[in-house]
């Protein structure tokens, strides 16, 4: 099953009195005969409303072929955001052109990352 924060008492999980050995180690799993994984899950759900962002680079970068649309939106409430999940996957910070963890695009350079032009604003 999925057990979120919310799940536990002021958010915290506790393991007491629990004490393994190599042969006989403390296991945590699903139920007997379920093929289901456990998920301690330390997001937080995050209500807002999602928009298209555009701007002049989105443009000039989608006429250039990039896939895919990026998409904003207002978050009230939270100090601080690190990572993004949709559907339990990962999400890329914005960025031109894509990259995805999932088929490890985003490790993979030159033909993953963008390069300038010489001659530009700031000639590189």
Same mark, same amino acid.
């Given at each position: 099953g999925?057990y979120?924060l919310?799940?536990?008492?002021? #958010?915290? @999980?506790? $393991?007491?009195g +629990? ?6 180690? *403390? %296991?945590?799993? !699903?139920?007997?005969g379920r ?6 899950? #330390?997001t @937080?759900p $995050?209500?807002? +409303? ?6 002049? *680079? %989105?443009k000039a !970068?989608?006429k250039?072929g ?6 904003k939106c207002? @978050? ?5 955001v690190?990572?993004v999940?949709?559907?339990? %996957? ?16 985003i ?10 032009g ?7």
């Open positions: 999925r979120t919310r799940d536990f008492a002021n #958010g915290t @999980l506790r $393991v007491d +629990k004490h393994g050995t190599a042969a006989q180690p *403390v %296991v945590i799993a !699903g139920a007997t093929k289901e994984d456990v998920v301690f899950d #330390g @937080l $995050v209500s807002c +409303k999602w928009e298209p962002y555009t701007s002049d *680079v %989105v !970068g989608q250039k990039s896939p895919g649309q990026p998409y207002k @978050l009230s409430g939270v100090a601080e690190n990572q999940f949709a559907d339990d %996957v990962m999400q890329v910070s914005a960025r031109w052109p894509n990259a995805r963890f999932d088929d490890k695009t490790y993979m350079g030159p033909e993953y990352w963008a390069h300038s010489h001659g530009g604003k700031h000639n590189v």
